[in-house]
């Protein structure tokens, strides 16, 4: 496929959960803008997303982000090629609030409009970060909502390998941060505080599903960690938040560890690319890297500010549908569970 065009601006709105998001991104790899409204301070009082608050807020923000993302891009609307959209999945609410407003600028200024999937836009990140990557690889997609391995053939062609069949990883790290009453979103303060407990104090399950050995399961070991703290409760047993946070951590890192890396041997590919709020986990980073050296393969992650929700990464994903003419009408929709594949 011709992947090089050359100057095509893309404007790029996320918001499929509870961040507002806009970027101009060029050729799919130069972040020429990435403005990102964080509604976490909003949420976090009920301990986590509240879809209708959600939608409101976006709603108020849309329009100001739009704008100060084409201002740091130092750009007017006459330069667009295109306006690309999470269309899912994601909350509906959320959703429409973006889907709206990329019609409204796609109607008004005669532009086409690429609809997004929000998982294609979490392994694109790796494409701005390395410039040189190119498919086929393997993505590890770890997010709130999503705990995916997928083979990447293509630019836009995905085969999934493997998927949770409960919680996403990173909803299992925030559930288990409330139950230990540290917060959300969950995920990085567990990260922090691991830094200070014992990942090998206890052995949590690993939750495996017969016969799919690509598959994960989180719900189980959220569960076991509830009933460890409930039991020591019971029993008077003092324990350090810290040595539960790390050894939680601990299970969920190995099982994403030796069930991307058994992928990756099966089909005989020599990358992995990271992705996902989850991959900003700093044991999973480390995990990863200890094992691909270990195994001779690539590894591949976006910088913090690209592995949780941005307009950026819904830039990118968007160059390659625009360049493969998978442009939308305006009949586009939101569609909560949408999948890749
Ligand atoms: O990709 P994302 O921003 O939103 C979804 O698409 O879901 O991911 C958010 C998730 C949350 O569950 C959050 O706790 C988790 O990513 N997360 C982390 C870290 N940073 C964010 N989980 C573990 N360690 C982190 N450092
Ligand atoms: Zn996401």
């Known amino acids: 496929m011709d992947t090089k065009l050359g100057n095509v601006n893309i404007l790029a709105i996320e918001t499929s959960c509870d961040e507002t998001c806009a970027s101009v991104v060029r050729d799919g790899r130069e972040v020429l803008s990435n403005i990102v409204a964080s ?135 925030d559930k288990v941060a409330r139950v230990l009453g540290l917060g959300y979103p969950g995920g990085p303060i567990i990260d922090k505080i691991s830094a200070k407990g014992d990942p090998y104090w206890v052995e949590y399950p690993h939750g495996s599903i017969e016969g799919h050995p690509y598959d994960f399961s989180f719900s189980g070991l959220k569960t076991a960690v509830i009933n460890h703290l409930h039991t020591m409760e019971q029993r008077g047993e003092a324990f350090k938040v810290e040595d539960v946070a790390a050894s939680f951590q601990r299970a969920v890192v190995d099982v994403l560890a030796e069930r991307t890396i058994l992928a990756v041997k099966k089909l005989q590919v020599d990358k992995i690319t990271l992705a996902g709020g989850v991959s900003a986990n700093s044991k999973l980073r480390h995990e990863f890297k200890k094992v691909c050296n270990k195994e001779g393969l690539k590894l591949y992650y976006p910088p913090l500010n690209l592995c949780t929700d941005n307009a950026a990464m819904i830039g990118s994903a968007a160059y390659y549908n625009y360049i493969n003419d998978k442009v939308a009408d305006l009949t586009l929709n939101a569609y909560p569970n949408l999948t890749i594949v």
Do not use: W
């Not at 109607?107 to 494409?127: F, R, T």
């Not at 040189?132 to 085969?159: A, N, T, W």
């Open 39 to 173: 509604q976490i301070d909003l949420h976090k009082i009920y301990g986590g997303v509240v879809p209708e608050i959600a939608s409101r807020k976006h709603i108020q923000t849309i329009s100001i982000i739009i704008e100060e993302a084409m201002d740091e891009a130092n750009m007017k609307f006459a330069d667009l090629d295109a306006i690309a959209v999470t269309c899912g999945p994601g909350l509906v609410g959320a959703l429409l609030v973006g889907v709206s407003a990329a019609k409204g600028l796609s109607y008004g200024l005669d532009l086409p409009l690429i609809g997004v999937n929000h998982i294609e836009g979490h392994i694109c990140a790796n494409y701005i970060e390395y410039k040189d990557l190119e498919p086929p690889f393997l993505s590890l997609v770890v997010s709130g909502g999503h705990s995916h391995i997928i083979m990447v053939e293509d630019y836009g062609v995905y085969r999934l390998i493997g998927q949770t069949r409960d919680d996403a990883a990173g909803e299992a790290f």
